[in-house]
């Protein structure tokens, strides 16, 4: 942390810390990932299991990261640094500054899916991004994903060099309400379609039938990611926060917000599912490619579906590319800090690290599709190891500097600095057992079933 030293800057005031963090939180996180996996892992019941996640183990993260950023004034590697300088503490600042370089390249990816559709949408193609092969054969065809995946990591590092971070920060103050307003009209013509109301019960009442092990597994990745939590990307915003931001009050906010906008977008996708492909099992387990499946089906029934498709795509894009500057952006100054490199030596590094994990994924569904790992596509790789791997990693080396090392009661008195702190109890008995419990299991989940020791 050489250069921040001195100079780390602060936020404006405490909505500006929430907007910004609730501006990174918000991105294909909850428009793309969180309906496909609702879809897949059981509907109703992977979202009480989410819930559950988000308000007891995720909310814990969040005020533990948060309260740690702020009282060592450091990013992750720093602030792990701050408490020894052995392997475990490199180790655990590390693992958390390396995800989201991981993240990064392949999110890219899908935010080039999405710059081909409003494409499309802006040449008035909406018949035919609603028919059934469509986004197929668009991802098998390696020369069109790939270029549109270059366009949407070239503006990202373009924007890195140029280094326009508050515009983007602006950028996002418009969209998100947009956003929203436009999230709701979307989600109630779905809703309203015939046949959608299977749909909605689908996503909305919990079947224990449809439970499983990997619900809970997919359930915890994804608060992490919609989160952007075990990252370390809060302990970067935490240090940038001054003593009067209450981390409490914030947190709730945030977490709030972020759940509403999931919920939004599964309401707008997956009662789709079932009022234009009659909620046949085979759409369900789509994975990433639902979005792209079902809300073109959605635009081409209505009156005004261009338009739609053109708002729409623009909007989710935008999410994508502030999200995606922020990731990378997390990448680079952790080349600066730690490696005492430049800002354009760190870019460059960054760029490349998108261009060739990122091809990788982008490829994976045509000229590389026979290169499988662990069974799944590169692409689907790529998210496996970050969310379901290192991230739980990553939370237990916070869990375990916490409770081991910092010791709770300097974590308390953090956050006692700015309220008087509510929920202590529950969060030091999070903290002490139910993270490390689930953590614990999530690992062991995910490593069994790569092994094939038990199917999820
Ligand atoms: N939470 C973001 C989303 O839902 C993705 C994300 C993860 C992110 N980590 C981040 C965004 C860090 C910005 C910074 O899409």
Redesign the pocket.
Same mark, same amino acid.
């Given at each position: 942390m050489k250069k921040n030293e001195n100079s780390r800057s602060s936020f404006s005031g405490k909505l500006g810390y929430v907007l910004a963090v609730a501006? &990174?939180?918000?991105?294909?996180?909850?428009?793309?990932?969180?309906p496909y996996l609702a879809a897949k892992y059981g509907g109703g019941i992977f979202l009480l299991t989410y819930l559950i996640l988000m308000f007891t183990f995720g909310y814990a993260l969040i005020v533990s990261e948060t309260a740690l950023g702020r009282m060592t004034k450091r990013s992750p590697v720093g602030a792990f640094g701050t408490f020894g300088k052995s392997i475990p503490f490199r180790f655990g600042g590390w693992i958390n500054a390396v +995800?989201?370089m991981l +993240?990064v390249p392949y *999110?890219s990816v899908i935010g080039g899916w999405v710059v081909k559709y409003l494409f499309e949408y802006l040449r008035q193609n909406t018949a035919a991004l609603a028919e059934d092969n469509y986004f197929g054969q668009f991802i098998a065809n390696s020369a069109d994903t790939e270029l549109w995946f270059l366009l949407f990591g070239f503006i990202v590092t373009a924007v890195l060099f140029a280094g326009v971070k508050q515009g983007v920060e602006r950028v996002s103050k418009v969209m998100m309400p947009l956003l929203v307003v436009l999230a709701i009209f979307v989600a109630v013509y779905s809703m309203t379609r015939p046949g959608a109301l299977s749909g909605v019960a689908y996503f909305l009442i919990p079947n224990f039938k449809n439970f499983s092990w990997m619900t809970v597994v997919a359930a915890m990745g994804q608060m992490? *990611? &919609?989160?952007?939590?075990a990252?370390g990307?809060l302990y970067t915003y935490g240090s940038y926060i001054k003593k009067d931001v209450d981390i409490e009050k914030s947190t709730k906010q945030v977490e709030i917000f972020?759940t509403a906008i999931?919920m939004l977008a599964g309401l707008m996708i997956i009662p789709a599912v079932f009022a234009f492909s009659g909620g046949d099992a085979a759409t369900l387990q789509a994975g990433p490619s639902l979005m792209f499946i079902t809300i073109p089906k959605v635009f081409a029934s209505m009156g005004f579906g261009t338009g739609a498709g053109i708002l729409f795509f623009l909007l989710v894009l935008l999410?994508?590319l502030?999200?995606?500057? &922020?990731?990378a952006?997390?990448g680079v100054s952790t080349f600066e800090d730690q490696l005492g490199w430049s800002r354009v030596k760190s870019t460059l590094l960054m760029g490349a690290i998108i261009l060739i994990f990122g091809s990788a994924c982008a490829l994976g569904f045509g000229v590389l599709d026979f290169v499988q790992l662990l069974g799944m596509s590169v692409l689907d790789f790529f998210d496996f190891l970050t969310n379901s791997l290192m991230m739980p990693i990553a939370a237990l080396s916070t869990c375990i500097l916490i409770t081991r090392v910092a010791g709770l009661d300097q974590i308390v008195r953090e956050v006692e600095q700015s309220s008087d702190f509510k929920r202590r109890k529950m969060y030091c008995f999070f903290m002490k057992y139910l993270a490390p419990a689930c953590i614990i299991i999530i690992l062991f989940s995910s490593i069994a079933n790569v092994l094939g020791w038990i199917s999820m």
């Open positions: 501006g &990174s939180a918000v991105g294909l996180g909850n428009i793309w990932r969180f +995800i989201p +993240i *999110y992490f *990611y &919609s989160l952007s939590i990252m990307i972020d999931a999410a994508a502030t999200s995606a500057i &922020s990731l952006e997390s």
